[in-house]
């Protein structure tokens, strides 16, 4: 599956293997997978959406 970005398209492996890269982990401290990937987008997607700031809160963590 690919996602589109601003100028253009990217799989999402390429973004898992992006962030592994530069030493992002999920909030459980492992590396991030194409599924990891699609679920962060689609969290982050539902917050955008409702414009809540409470639950900007709950997105899950990233951390390098």
């Keep these: 599956e690919h996602f589109h970005m601003k100028n253009g398209y990217i799989s999402l492996t390429e973004i898992s293997r992006a962030l592994n890269e530069n030493g992002y982990k999920t909030r459980r401290g492992c590396h ?25 809160k709950s997105v899950s963590s ?3």
Excluded: H, Q
Excluded at 43 to 55: C, H, M, Q, R, T
């Design 62 to 64: 990233i951390s390098p």
């Design 32 to 56: 991030f997978t194409a599924s990891s990937v699609t679920r962060l987008i689609k969290e982050i997607d539902l917050v955008y959406k409702s414009g809540s700031a409470a639950k900007e």
